[in-house]
Structure formats: C-alpha cells, structure tokens
C-alpha cells in the first residue's frame, strides 16, 4: 500500500509541474504583444538604488522619525518583581 500512495503523489506532482510549465510558456515569448511599449531598461546602479537603497533609506527615516519623536520617559526593561509589586500596589489603591 504505502507504493500505490508514493506512486499517487509522484504523479500528481508531476502533473502539476506539467500543468505549471504549459500554462507559463507564454512568459517566455519572445514576440512582442499588440500595444506593448517597453521603455529603456536600467541599468545595475539604477537596479540597486532602486530596489536595494531606496527602501533602506526609507526604513532608516522611518526608523528615526519614530525615535526622534517618541515621547516616552521609561526607557530601561522593568524586572519582573517590579512590575508584580506595582501591580499589587494598583490593584490595592483600586480597592
């Protein structure tokens, strides 16, 4: 039994990747499409300013707004005795 399901799930994969490899034949075409206009292509320096320097740029301002303009005054990790012995003063202040 455990052939007949290794043999099932080989040919469903295979057929798949069959079914995969038909369907994205026409991304390979080499022919060009009625109304398609491609523009110039970019060049390596224009490839990495784009997709590599632009978001890391982006993240650093985004980064650096948000701690420049953060207006908490605790800065250092609370320990965990603390934080229980401030909870249980709350909790008493409440009642």
């Known amino acids: 039994m455990d052939k007949k399901n290794a043999l ?5 994969a295979a057929g798949t990747t069959l079914m995969m490899l038909l369907m994205s034949s026409p991304a390979l075409a080499l022919t060009r499409d009625d109304g398609d206009d491609p523009g110039t292509g970019l060049s390596v320096i224009e490839t990495l300013g784009l997709f590599v320097l632009a978001p890391l740029a982006l993240f650093v301002v985004i980064a650096g707004l948000v701690m420049v303009l953060d207006r908490s005054t605790d800065r250092q990790p609370k320990s965990k005795a603390v934080a229980k012995r401030k909870t249980g003063t709350e909790a008493e202040a409440k009642v």
Not at 8 to 12: N, P, T, V
């Open 8 to 12: 099932r799930a080989g040919a469903l």
